[in-house]
């Protein structure tokens, strides 16, 4: 790594270096990999992401939508798709019957936790190949940029 003049402490890739674009995806395809070596009923790695983002007392499809920087019709069909899976519901709002809210099953649940403890065993792999402190150290500065810490 290079550093830019006048920047301290600011590594920029020198040529040749692969960009963080490409270090990145290197991650994501070990994850993809991971995960599509296990059966996971048939669900792909966005079924499980939007599963995981539904939070325990529900949510509608606009906020989930949002939420995952998806359209509100992108939602809804995956909605669709793990609804019929059993793994989600759809529940009118008791105090506004037009509301509906997306909740997620036994089943939902279970596979959201399912998929969590294969991701912390990923996770645990890195901070192995890496150290515990600079794996920390990785997690902390990723959710700094991620807007997460």
């Excluded at 105090?95 to 997620?104: A, N, P, T």
Aim: positive net charge; contains cysteine.
């Amino acid at each position: 790594m290079t550093r830019v003049k006048g920047e301290v402490g600011r590594p920029v890739p020198a040529a040749g270096e692969p960009h963080v674009a490409l270090l990145v995806g290197q991650l994501m395809r070990e994850i993809r990999d991971t995960f599509a070596a296990e059966d996971w009923g048939g669900l792909r790695q966005s079924h499980l992401r939007l599963l995981s983002a539904v939070p325990r007392e529900g949510i509608s499809v606009t906020e989930l939508a949002s939420r995952l920087g998806m359209t509100k019709q992108g939602c809804g069909q995956f909605v669709t798709q793990l609804r019929g899976r059993g793994h989600l519901d759809v529940v009118r709002q008791p105090d506004d019957g037009r509301l509906r809210i997306v909740v997620r099953t036994a089943l939902g649940d279970r596979t959201v936790k399912a998929a969590n403890a294969r991701i912390l065993r990923i996770e645990r792999s890195w901070a192995r190949r890496v150290g515990p402190r600079r794996y920390a150290a990785f997690r902390a500065v990723l959710g700094e940029i991620a807007g997460g810490g």
